[in-house]
């Protein structure tokens, strides 16, 4: 019997696109990605699997279900869950859809269609109303994925406004990953009172986010960080907010000297003593020892290296 989602429970204030480990050979370690998720779970943090920083693009379609597959066998909880299915070919993303709502999962991040640049909002919302019409689920949430500065093809406003009108209990969120928190604002100032959940792509905006009326972040760096950003979105409202805010930017901007995926799991790796973790699909390449060098020797003292 497939899971019962919870589609009107609120998602978590922060969560982390969860690295996707792989063995010698490349193919994707189910073990060790089920290990990292549980860890995160049990820290509070939801699991926007199979997003950017999943390599998720370098991932097949089949792949995704084998290591959804695996947390639901797992028992990783699927309220905890909201998988990335958004992909080019409207096929996998009908299937990997169905898929993440058999396993009773929270909702589902979708990218737009992102090969062709220039699209009209018409094709874009064709895009999106063909996936939910033919996955057919009432408990279907969906939280889109605006990330121009990768995918080159925006979400505007009056295209996610078309979107709530027509289908208003499915389109339930947006990650904003355009590093423009102006936009971010007009997001959380448009809709969010219309109960559109609207998260920061970057802890460097969890804050004012928050503060603004938004919901949180779903952030990279809370593969290996997530305890802090957990703080500070229950307590934002605190004296040292701020404080904290900065912490987080300190840690964030020390990760961004690299590329990030490769100093994530970097980090990782030297957390768990496991150098699999270092392991990427190209055209990503892992850090040398020189860049994990100077990572480590950027990081704050006191920061604890994750140990899922």
Known sequence: MPSQALPDAALQSVLAPVLTPFDATLRPDKAGF???????????????????????????????IELLDALAAAGVPAGAIVPGTGCCAFPDT??????????????????????YKNVSDDGLFASYAEVIERV????????????PPVAQVPLPLALIERLLQRYPRTIAGIKDSGGDFAFTRQLIDAFAARGFAVYAG?????????????????????????APMLRLARDWRAEDARAQQAALDVVRQAFQKFPLVPALKAALAAGTG????????PPLVPLDGAQRAALFASLPRDFALPKP
């Open 34 to 64: 089920v290990r990292l998720c549980r860890w995160l779970a049990d820290t509070g943090v939801g699991l926007a699997v199979f997003g950017t920083t999943s390599e998720a693009n370098s991932l097949s379609t089949p792949e995704k």
């Open 94 to 115: 009908v299937e990997l859809t169905r898929r993440a709502m058999a396993h009773g999962c929270a909702g589902v991040l979708m990218l737009p269609p992102f090969y």
């Open 136 to 147: 057919g689920d009432a408990r279907l949430r969906i939280y889109l994925y605006h990330i």
């Open 202 to 226: 970057s802890e460097t905006f969890l804050l004012p986010t928050l503060a603004a009326g938004g919901a949180g972040c779903i952030s990279a760096t809370a593969n290996v960080n997530p």
């Open 274 to 281: 496991d150098d699999g973790w270092r392991r990427t699909r």
